[in-house]
Each structure stands twice: as C-alpha cells, then as structure tokens.
C-alpha cells in the first residue's frame, strides 16, 4: 500500500494540494464544441483533471421497459434505463480528442469503464489513470482488468459495505494494481449534506491506508471544503457550465 499516487507526475496524497477532478458526466448535451468549453471552463476553475465515462447503453443494459428497468427515486424518476443511458454517454470517438484538447490545456484526462471493451478503448487512448464507479465495486473481473494496466486507480466506495470494499482493494492489489486511492461517495444525486457522514473519510484512510478524497454528489462547496478539513486529498465534482441548460446531468452539478 502507498500513501501517495501519481497521475501525470502530480503527486496526491495526505501531504499534497488537494487534486481536484471535474466530472464532466453527460453535461455536453452531445455537443463537442459545449464539451470542450467545459474543459475550458475546467480548467480556468482550477480543476487538475477532467473526468468521462466511457460506456454506451448497450454495454450498461439492454432495452427493456419493464419495471425493474426504470429509475425512481432520483432526478431521473420514470425514465427507462436504456434510454437515460443513451442520452447521457459520451461518443466514444470524442474522447481521444478530448484528451487531447486537456493535455494541451494542462489537465490530465482519464475516465470510468464500466466493461473490458471500455477499458481496452482506455488503453489505446494512453489515459494516466483509472476510476471505478461505486457501482462497479462488486465488477471483480473488471477490476482486475482494470488492475492489469498497471494505472493508478481511484475508487469511489457508494453503497459497498466494508467487507465488499476490503474484497474490492484486494482483488485489485492481487490483480497487480501498486497505485490506489478511496473516494467516499454517496450514492444520491442530488445527495444530501446531511448524509454525506464525512468522518468516514479519516477512518478509510486509516483503515486502507491509501490516499483518500470525496466524490461529491451535493449541489454546494461546503461539502468538500468540509472534507478537505477532515483529509481529503481528492475532491471529485460534477461541473457544467450552467445548471439551467437541459440534460439529464445538469441540475446537480457544481456550475
């Protein structure tokens, strides 16, 4: 286990300057020229990086509009799973240029696959580093995967138990991974600050004792500022331009 990771040769750990990660999610409305000004608008914020996803609906789901494939409880109340899915992803052939365009800016860029064809796509783009989603905490093949690029990883924890994040720190550390760092992460979105329970930060570290930060689902900055009180080293944040443009991404996030 290491204390600190690099990405890009920027060291994050318990000693550095926060690294801040700007989600860029579905917020390109699947507009290129409206992704790249988020990448501009990234970088003039101070972000260190901008985060994708990359997947597309048919590796996430399949088209079913029964009950078990809609969403409730969230901003996406009713909507179908394949068709929210279709409407948020990121073209594939965007990402490489995308990169490119926050390289020359002097971002890193990297992403989270959500299969091994997302990950071998990764690969060939040459991103600096990996992140799990929380709901991929329990994907152990993926996560070997992942582990077997040799790439830092940045793992959100969402709604593992302990037990399955030791079983998902594990599986990557055995699959060859040297380089990690935890997120807490709640599961909501938007998520309340009341929830957030924000001391579990200091006890991940201390438990895993890996580099541990926030992936931050709620619609203010008091939030991470709070966790960066508590050791933080990571802050993740959705960022778009405006909360009032229309996609399904947009209401939440930090503008």
């Not at 060291?11 to 409305?29: F, K």
Request: net charge negative; aromatic share 8%.
């Amino acid at each position: 286990m290491k204390k600190d990771i690099k990405i890009n040769g920027r060291c994050i750990g318990p000693n550095e300057p926060t690294y801040v990660i700007a989600e860029m999610s579905a917020n390109h409305n699947h507009d290129f020229e409206l992704a790249v000004k988020i990448l501009e608008a990234a970088k003039e914020s101070g972000a260190d990086a901008v985060k994708l996803q990359t997947y597309t609906a048919d590796t996430l789901t399949i088209d079913c509009h029964n009950p078990y494939f809609r969403i409730e409880g969230t901003i996406w109340e009713g909507k179908n799973l394949y068709d929210l899915y279709g409407e948020a992803y990121t073209p594939w052939d965007w990402q490489p240029k995308l990169k490119e365009i926050a390289n020359e800016l002097g971002m890193a860029l990297f992403s989270t696959p959500f299969d091994e064809t997302a990950v071998a796509f990764l690969e060939q783009m040459d991103v600096p580093a990996y992140k799990v989603a929380s709901f991929e905490n329990v994907d152990l093949p993926l996560l070997r995967r992942i582990a077997q690029t040799g790439k830092p990883i940045i793992m959100s924890n969402g709604m593992a138990t302990l037990a399955e994040l030791d079983e998902a720190v594990q599986t990557l550390y055995q699959a060859g991974a040297t380089e990690l760092a935890l997120l807490k992460c709640v599961s909501a979105y938007p998520a309340r600050p009341e929830d957030m329970n924000l001391r579990t930060i200091p006890n991940l570290a201390q438990t895993f004792g890996v580099p541990v930060g926030l992936s931050d689902h709620s619609m203010d900055i008091a939030v991470p500022v709070t966790a960066v009180a508590l050791g933080a080293c990571i802050i993740e944040k959705h960022f778009t331009l405006s909360r009032d443009m229309k996609g399904p991404d947009s209401v939440f996030p930090r503008a």
